[in-house]
């Protein structure tokens, strides 16, 4: 998160979401700015030569989505829920579709077809060193949706699904079919 931060001098504090992929060392930022390339081998397992920026993707998304059209998507995301007390239960494997399918209806899809692979367990996927280790468990989401309200679903790409986005998680990817 730092290090994207970085990237985006002089608009840091900036809005923006990412996602990196140790296995295919890919990184992915949605942001409004062209981050700088010159912070990232240093803080990920890139080359500078195989990253790809690409520049104002909820804008060319924005102008080429449609109401009801679908769409191939993926998304990583902290499935947790917080109960009445604002203790936070991670989502166990047979709940994520119905966690999945609470989240779209929130944000303006539905999922017609999706292939939930959980990545939590020992140890967690991620892990946030404060004063004590925070565990952030993460699931990853990938299939078919379809766009039913277009202003929510606009927001989503915007501002992602589900919690923990400082740590890389709800940045929602989506390609045509």
Do not use: M
């Not at 998160?1 to 930022?29: M, V, W």
């Not at 195989?50 to 902290?78: P, R, V």
């Amino acid at each position: 998160h730092s290090a994207i931060e970085q990237s985006l001098n002089p608009h840091q504090g900036s809005k923006f979401l990412f996602r990196y992929d140790k296995r295919c060392r890919t990184l992915i930022i949605s942001s409004e700015y062209r981050p700088s390339i010159n912070y990232f081998d240093q803080f990920f397992e890139v080359n500078k030569k195989d990253i790809t920026i690409i520049e104002n993707y909820e804008d060319k998304l924005f102008n080429n989505i449609e109401q009801d059209k679908c769409y191939k998507f993926y998304l990583e995301a902290n499935a947790i829920t917080r109960n009445e007390k604002s203790n936070a239960t991670f989502v166990k494997q047979e709940n994520l579709n119905e966690w999945i399918d609470k989240r779209a209806s929130d944000n303006g899809f539905v999922i017609l077809r999706n292939t939930p692979r959980e990545r939590y367990g020992l140890p967690p996927t991620k892990t946030v060193y404060g004063k004590k280790g925070v565990p952030i468990y993460t699931a990853d989401f990938k299939g078919t949706l379809k766009i039913t309200d277009i202003e929510k679903f606009q927001k989503a790409l915007t501002n992602g699904v589900g919690r923990s986005k400082t740590y890389g998680c709800g940045l929602l990817w989506i390609n045509e079919q």
